[in-house]
């Protein structure tokens, strides 16, 4: 019985000297391999980024586009103001839209046509290259995604000229009516 149990501590102390050597091998295997003869390294330095900008004027110097007290069927009012984009992002695109409000609006015939010449509230020498908005004035584009394509910047700056004409119908509901407008320019690249 003696004997068994000294067999039995023997073979325990073999199995754990051989644990023992196989671990010790796997990590000298580990550490003679992990350090290579050779290696190299490459370093990419100095990144920076930026944003582009997206820039609109107009020459209206803070004035409204219209001020008319008593406008008149047949005799319209006209009126030119310049946009320009002047920032870095091109492509970029302008639009017009708006809002308008009071009785009169839905009397009043409006033309929106962009071309070149003319300056804020001075139409002349002004030249369409297309009409981009006929309707009453009540039916302004509203918002970005229905606005009036004005025109598309490929460079920096580029400038539009728009003349607005506005005309009263000739019908008795139109009397003594009044209406105002608010004109949005907007450019997204």
């Keep these: 019985m003696l004997m068994q149990r000294h067999n039995k ?45 997206v820039v609109l004027t107009d020459d209206d110097l803070g004035n409204a586009l219209f001020s008319s007290a008593a406008v008149t069927p047949g005799v319209p009012a006209v009126s030119c103001i310049v946009v320009s ?12 839209y708006g809002t308008s409000s009071g009785t009169l ?19 002349t020498g002004f030249s369409s290259s297309a009409t981009i908005f006929t309707d009453t004035l009540d039916n302004l584009p509203v918002g970005w995604a229905s606005g009036a394509a004005v025109f598309t910047a490929t460079t920096n700056p580029e400038t539009r000229t728009l003349r607005f004409t ?24």
């Design 9 to 53: 501590l023997f073979s325990s102390i073999i199995r754990l000297a051989a644990v023992a050597t196989a671990m010790l091998m796997v990590t000298i295997l580990v550490v003679t391999h992990s350090e290579a003869a050779f290696s190299d390294t490459t370093v990419n330095t100095a990144n920076s980024f930026s944003t582009g900008t």
């Design 105 to 123: 609006a839905p009397y009043l015939d409006t033309t929106i046509e962009v071309g070149t010449g003319g300056s804020f509230g001075d139409c």
């Design 85 to 96: 984009y002047e920032g870095s992002l091109v492509p970029a695109d302008v639009r017009l």
């Design 166 to 189: 506005v005309d009263v119908q000739n019908v008795p509901a139109a009397q003594g009516e009044a209406a105002s407008a608010d004109f949005t320019f907007e450019a997204q690249d």
